[in-house]
C-alpha cells in the first residue's frame, strides 16, 4: 500500500478538494501542515515552486487538479468510462474561471475596485454559473453518471468556499445542485472529515 | 468506431493540441472550423457557451484540456500509470499560466504595451520556465517515462506559438529541443504540419 504524503499550508485552499477525496475513499494519508515561516527552506525542494504537493512511490507531484485527478483514479471516483471522464474533466475545469474570479476579489487591495469585483460576481459571473451547472447536473445530484465522482467533491469544496464569502442562498431555485451537495455531505468519510477537520481561517 | 466532430474557429488558439493529439494518433475526425459570424448562432447550443467543442457518441465536450485529455487517452498517449499520468497532468498545468501570459502579450492591440508585455515575457517570464522545464525533461526527449506522452506534444505545440516571437528561445536546451524533434517526427504529426491550414494564430 503506497504511503501518500500531502504538504500545504494550514489551510483549506487549495488542498481541500484533495483531503476530501482520501476521506471520501477512506484512503489514509499523512495531511501536512506547514507554517508560512518554514515555506521558504521547503520551496526549492518542490517540483514548480509552489503547494499542494504529494509525495507518492517516491515521486513528487505538483497543481492540485492533477493531483486532485490522480487520488480520485486511485479511489474510483474518476468516472466510469473514458466519455465520463472527460465530462468531468470538463466540469472540473469549467469551474476554475470562477475560482479565479473569487481569488482575485480576495487579493484586491484597493477597497473601492474590491467592491466593484465583489458585485460583479455575485451579481453576473455566480448566478451565470450556478445556471450553467444547474444544467450540467441530473436530477440525482450527481455531475457525471449516477454515483459520487471527484466533480461533485469540488463542487461542494467550491460552493463552501463561496458561501463563506457571499453569505446567503445561491443554490435556491437549483434542486440538481442542492442534491449534488447533499450526496457529499451523505459520504460517511466526507462528513466525518468535515467534522474532525482542523479549523483554518481559509 | 466512433465518429469524431471538433468544432473551433478557424485559427490553432486553444484547438490545436487536439488536432495534433487526433494526427499523432492517426484518428480520423471532422476538423470543423466556423466563421465568427457564425458563432452567436451556435453559442447556446454549447454546454459552457465556449468552444472548442466535441461531439462524439452523442455527447459534447468542452473545455480544450478536457478534451485533448480525452483524445490522448483515445490515441494512447496519456502515460502509462496513474502517476505517469499525473506527472503529464502536473507538466501541463504547470504550462497553463505562462501560455496565458503570452496569449495576452499577442492579443494586446496598443503598440506600446505590447512591446512592454513582449519584453517582459521574453526577459522573465519565459527563461525561468524553460529552465525549469528543461529539467523536467529527460536527455533522452521525453517529460514522461521512457516514451512519447500528451506532455510532449503539448510542450512542442506551446513552443511553436511562442518561437514565432522569439526564434532562439531554445537555444541551450538539449532536453527540450530533442522533445521538439522527436514530436515533429511522429509520422502523424509530420503529416499535419504540412497540410494543416495556414493560419495567424
Redo the contacts between chains.
Sequence with gaps: MPAYKLTYFNARGRAEPIRLLFAAAGIKYEDARIEGADWPALKPKTPMGYLPILEVDGTTLCESTAIARFVAKRAGLVGKDDLQQAKADMIVDGMKDILKKLILMVLEKDEIKKEELKTDISEKTLPEFLSKYENLANPSGFFVGDSLSWVDVTFYNLIERVRAMFPGDHLKGKPNLVKVMANVKANPGIAKWVKERPESAF | MPAYKLTYFNVRGRGELIRLLFAAGEIPYEDVRIESDNWPELKPKT???QVPI?E??G?V???S???A??VA??AGLLGKT??D???A??L???GIDVGKLFEEMVMEKDASKKAEKKKEFGEKTLPPFLA?YEG?AGDNGYFVGYSLTWSDIAFFNMMDFITAEFPSALDGYCNLTKVIKIVKRVPGIAKWLKERPITDN
Design positions: 454546454p459552457m457557451g466535441l462524439v457518441d455527447e465536450i468542452c473545455q484540456m478536457a478534451i485529455r480525452f487517452r483515445e496513474h502517476l499520468q499525473a506527472r497532468d502536473m501541463l498545468d504547470g525549469l523536467f
